[in-house]
């Protein structure tokens, strides 16, 4: 058996490492998108890097980023993050980015500028698509976040390694139950999150 305070331990590192990494992808993802309606050479840089990260396996960035920033918990992070941006960069342009030339037309002749655009007509309109590539995100950061345990970042990946070396299965299966849970939670809170801000946007 695992220790309640070793398991809550490593559930709190694993919860801080996910939802750090997916938090970081957001504030780095969205701005770049916003910013790539204004510019195509931008828009074309940024889709393509992103899909060029996204075509690297997974344990791939994981290991390359140990010679270039070590190991820990950072370096982790960092990982999770170039992973998750793609979904987020990607769905968050799709979704500014398909929206009626004719209201945005209507919206500059009265007077609107770019940003109050965005603001007013892009963004609520994108919403959809923007939570759409977030859960992807988010449940992609909780599973790389298992891989990262090899580089030393702790969490529930730590307790599933340990127990796969070890063929301890009440090990595996304590550090896997968590893990799945948290993956649900995000599909949940996400979908709920979505619905509840979308209608007043739209209203």
């Known amino acids: 058996m ?22 970081f992808s ?30 690297i396996p997974s344990f791939a960035v994981v290991a390359i980023v140990v010679p270039l920033l070590g190991i820990g918990f950072t370096p982790a992070v960092i990982a999770i993050v170039v992973r998750a941006l793609l979904p987020i960069i990607k769905n968050t342009y799709i979704g500014l980015k398909d929206i009626d030339a004719s209201a945005v037309s209507s919206a500059r002749g009265l007077g609107l500028t770019e940003w109050q655009i965005i603001r007013y007509i892009r963004l609520p309109h994108s ?23 090899i580089i030393g970042s702790g969490g529930l990946g730590s307790v599933i390694f340990s127990g796969l070396s070890n ?3 009440d090990k595996i299966i304590a550090g896997s139950l968590p893990t799945i849970g948290i993956a649900i939670f995000i599909d949940v809170s996400f979908t709920l999150l979505e619905r509840v801000i979308t209608p007043r946007t739209h209203s």
């Open 26 to 55: 957001v504030v780095t993802a969205i701005p770049l998108a916003i910013l790539s309606l204004f510019s195509k050479r931008l828009s074309n840089a940024v889709l393509t890097l992103a899909n060029l990260l996204q075509a």
């Open 167 to 169: 063929l301890n299965t």
């Open 2 to 23: 695992v220790p309640v305070d070793t398991l809550t331990n490593a559930t709190i590192q694993h919860l801080t490492l996910t939802y750090g990494a997916l938090f």
């Open 127 to 149: 919403y959809p698509a923007m939570f759409a590539g977030m859960k992807f995100a988010a449940i992609l950061a909780n599973s790389i976040a298992i891989l990262t345990a």
